[in-house]
Nanobody, 115 residues
Framework: QVQLVESGGGLVQPGGSLSLSCVAS????????INWYRQAPGKQRESVAT???????NYADFVKGRFTISRDNAKNTVYLQMNSLKPEDTAVYYC?????????WGQGTQVTVSS
């Protein structure tokens, strides 16, 4: 059974930083690309960052230079380091993977950027 569990969200002031984690189980983690998405209230879910099984990364334009995605295959974990946070980064952040055309999602972690 594939499970993804996010953690690390919280309340942070504008300009601050947070580090999110996504722990996977039930899969051979090192074989799969992992994605971070986010969904703000009243908006569609959007892609934030991707890290491939080989460690290549890709970012949405609105987070380039501020967010960094990384993975630790020994810990079955993907991280999202978020710096220089803005109020518009407020959203529920989800990790996701696609295995044989099946999409798996975590429960999400809330990130609120506010003074």
């Amino acid at each position: 059974q594939v499970q993804l569990v996010e953690s690390g969200g919280g309340l942070v002031q504008p300009g601050g930083s947070l580090s999110l984690s996504c722990v996977a189980s039930g899969i051979i983690f090192r074989l799969f690309d992992i994605n971070w998405y986010r969904q703000a209230p009243g908006k569609q879910r959007e892609s934030v960052a991707t890290i491939t099984s080989g460690g290549d990364t890709n970012y949405a334009d609105f987070v380039k230079g501020r967010f960094t995605i990384s993975r630790d295959n020994a810990k079955n974990t993907v991280y999202l380091q978020m710096n220089s946070l803005k109020p518009e980064d407020t959203a529920v952040y989800y990790c996701n993977t696609n295995i044989h055309l099946m999409y798996y999602w975590g429960q999400g972690t809330q990130v609120t950027v506010s003074s």
